[in-house]
């Protein structure tokens, strides 16, 4: 179990192959509780609580 934390969390710090990943699977939002951190994808929605519900933005 520890060895796939450790892989799901090198893809989830890598930015862009995350980004690639809601693309390829058409996420469009994401619920979670870190507050938003300049990812250019993602624009915050609503806070319900503790937990932050963003919005994926197409890139033009």
């Known amino acids: ?9 090198r893809y989830y710090q890598d930015e862009m192959y995350f980004e690639s990943l809601m693309r390829k699977y058409r996420v469009d939002y ?3 509780k870190k507050d938003y951190q300049g990812e250019k ?11 932050y ?6 890139e033009k």
């Open 1 to 9: 179990m520890d060895d796939f934390v450790d892989v799901a969390l």
């Open 30 to 32: 994401v619920v979670r």
């Open 41 to 51: 994808y993602l624009k915050r929605e609503v806070k319900i609580g503790e937990f």
């Open 53 to 58: 519900v963003f919005r994926i933005v197409e």
